[in-house]
Nanobody
């Protein structure tokens, strides 16, 4: 099993910025696609952004131009820089990664980090 650990959530005012980070708790062989998803109260989980191991990115329309996903392959870490935050960005943000171990592989989720945007 792989535990993905997110950090960087918190309370921020509208227009503010936050940076989320996510990395596996233990050692892994390699990581393919990584991404961020979010789930607001009463809503389904939705895509925020994804990034391939080669650095190709994909964003949901509602975060384009405001959020930037990046990764450090040497550290097996994915980041989400969130700027110009809006109240509607309030949600639990989940990290996702397709992880290859020595003897297995699979899709894993973190436990989530809460982002609250409010004045």
């Amino acid at each position: 099993q792989v535990q993905l650990v997110e950090s960087g959530g918190g309370l921020v005012q509208p227009g503010g910025s936050l940076r989320l980070s996510c990395a596996p708790a233990g050692s892994v062989f390699s990581i393919n696609d990584m991404g961020w998803y979010r789930q607001a109260p009463g809503k389904q989980r939705e895509l925020v952004a994804t990034i391939t191991s080669g650095g190709k990115t994909n964003y949901a329309d509602y975060v384009k131009g405001r959020f930037t996903i990046s990764r450090d392959n040497a550290k097996n870490t994915v980041y989400l820089q969130m700027n110009s935050l809006k109240p509607e960005d309030t949600a639990v943000y989940y990290c996702n990664a397709y992880v290859r171990l020595l003897v297995s592989q699979g899709n894993y989720w973190g436990k989530g980090t809460l982002v609250s945007v409010s004045s």
